[in-house]
């Protein structure tokens, strides 16, 4: 079984702050990890993932992400916020160790960003 | 196409209806699936497809949801019989190799009343 954590429903921030958005995984192989972002009534947006290689992976927008094994951990960062980063973000994770493509989502943070 | 289309973008069935939604993928991405997002929650995995075949359909809810990719690219999900609560936004996603990340479309919000 896979499954994902977003302990914060919410996170405000100031602009031109840094800002974290926290992600937790389960998964019984090789995690595939994914950042998602949502805009109001569109579809999810891809940011970054990480399969393999430097824990450290950067990704659209000036959006990185630390895959941390020993914490089960996929944390989201931003050096400096945006008022436009304003959405909602989903982190997801699969099992790259076995053929199965579905994606288990969590249940999503929402990032306000403040002028 | 440039990307994923969805249509309708909204419907409203009356309880018992059927319905059929249809996803529009990437031209060549193999792989499709389709999530459920309820309000306020993330995306429910519902079934995947690698071209024509469907490879898994362990999130369909019932026997009333029911998907199909013929030809391996335009994909329709059908539910029979709507109840409330399959109201909800239907997604549909699609990639190319197994290490990409989705590429998602708007999405068909469904109202079941």
């Known amino acids: 079984a896979q499954s994902v954590a977003q302990p914060e429903d919410q996170v405000n921030v100031a602009e031109g702050n840094p800002l974290t958005v926290k992600c937790t995984y389960s998964v019984s192989g090789n995690p595939y990890l994914f950042w998602y972002v949502q805009y109001p009534n569109r579809g999810l947006q891809f940011l970054l993932k990480?399969?393999?290689?430097?824990?450290l992976v950067k990704g659209s927008y000036g959006f990185e992400a630390e895959f941390n094994k020993s914490q089960t951990s996929f944390h989201l960062k931003k050096p400096s916020a945006l008022v436009s980063d304003s959405a909602l973000y989903f982190c997801?994770?699969?099992?790259?160790?076995?053929?199965?493509?579905?994606?288990?989502f969590g249940s999503g943070t929402r990032l306000q960003v403040q002028p | 196409g440039a990307g994923v289309s969805q249509s309708p973008r909204y419907k409203v069935a009356k309880r018992g209806q059927d319905v059929a939604l249809r996803c529009d993928p990437i031209s060549g991405h193999v792989s499709l699936f389709w999530y459920q997002q309820a309000l306020g929650q993330g995306p429910e995995f519902l079934t995947y497809?690698?071209?024509?075949?469907?490879?898994?359909k362990s999130g369909l809810p019932s026997d009333r949801f029911f998907a199909e990719r013929p030809e391996g690219s335009v994909s329709t999900l059908k539910i029979q019989r709507t109840q409330q609560e399959d109201s909800a936004v239907y997604l549909c996603?699609?990639?190319?190799?197994?290490?990409?990340?989705?590429?998602f479309g708007s999405g068909t919000r469904l109202t079941v009343v």
């Open positions: 997801a994770v699969r099992d790259g160790s076995t053929g199965r493509r579905a994606l288990t």
């Open positions: 990480y399969i393999t290689g430097d824990n």
């Open positions: 497809f690698q071209n024509e075949a469907q490879l898994d």
């Open positions: 996603a699609s990639s190319s190799t197994p290490r990409d990340g989705y590429t």
